[in-house]
């Protein structure tokens, strides 16, 4: 663990020249780390890729890569692992993402990801906004996978279902889907990240380093 995160310590000071100052490559960076960027293909509730997302991957400031790699380690003993779906999102992504929401005659992905929920309704409820904490680059978005085979552990709803069964501590959920829910919030915390009641899945670092700079940088 000590030689991983002095690893991340040296590749955060010295960043790839294909990655935006000042963010790191999590995939890299974080040892057994599962991918599955949403926003960078057409999984995902717009159904197509993102502006901004031009490869998937996670992109992260050093600080907040460092506490997900922390996270990861504790989580080993148990079997289980991150899988992430989303970190740094360019500004120019939230743009798109606002744009969509306000386009009512685009609802083909409303089945899969807000079926319960009226497509106008989405900013009242808090599921889209005009900004993101995303853009400052110490969020994610992430599930809970077994080790063992990559399956992801049962979270009661998908990612992005834009419904009140996603907030963490939704009443309707089986028991072992709220203690695989409870598991992925107290390891974030104890790694120094904040949940974000609403949605289980959606975590920023505590002690972010740019609370009030959203970035712009594509991800390439």
């Known amino acids: 663990m000590r030689a991983a995160l002095t690893g991340l310590a040296l590749a955060a000071s010295q960043p790839a020249a294909a990655e935006p100052d000042p963010f790191v490559d999590a ?3 974080v040892p057994g780390l599962v991918l599955d960027m949403r926003y960078a293909g057409s999984d995902n509730f717009v159904g197509r890729p993102i502006a901004g997302y031009e490869a998937p991957r996670c992109l992260l400031t050093p600080q907040a890569a ?18 992430v779906f989303d970190c740094y999102r360019p500004r120019r992504a939230v743009a ?13 992905m409303k089945a899969a990801y807000y079926p319960r929920t009226d497509k106008a309704d989405l900013f009242r409820l808090g599921y889209i906004a005009e900004r993101s904490s995303h853009s400052r680059g110490s969020t994610v978005d992430l599930t809970l996978v077994r080790r063992a ?10 990612f992005d279902l834009f419904d009140p069964a996603s907030a963490t501590d939704f009443p309707g959920i089986t028991p072992e889907q709220a203690r695989n829910r409870h598991r992925l ?6 790694g120094g ?11 920023t670092l505590k002690a972010e380093p740019y609370p009030d700079t959203a970035f712009d940088h594509p991800i390439r």
Do not use: N
């Open 27 to 29: 995939g890299r960076l």
């Open 66 to 83: 460092r506490a997900l790699a922390r996270v990861q380690a504790a989580l080993a003993p148990e079997g289980i692992g991150l899988k």
């Open 96 to 108: 798109d993402f606002a744009a969509w929401a306000r386009d009512a005659a685009d609802i083909r």
């Open 149 to 158: 085979d990559g399956s992801e552990c049962d979270m009661g709803t998908p």
């Open 185 to 190: 919030r107290d390891a974030m915390i104890r």
């Open 193 to 203: 990240f904040v949940p974000y009641p609403q949605e289980w899945w959606h975590f």
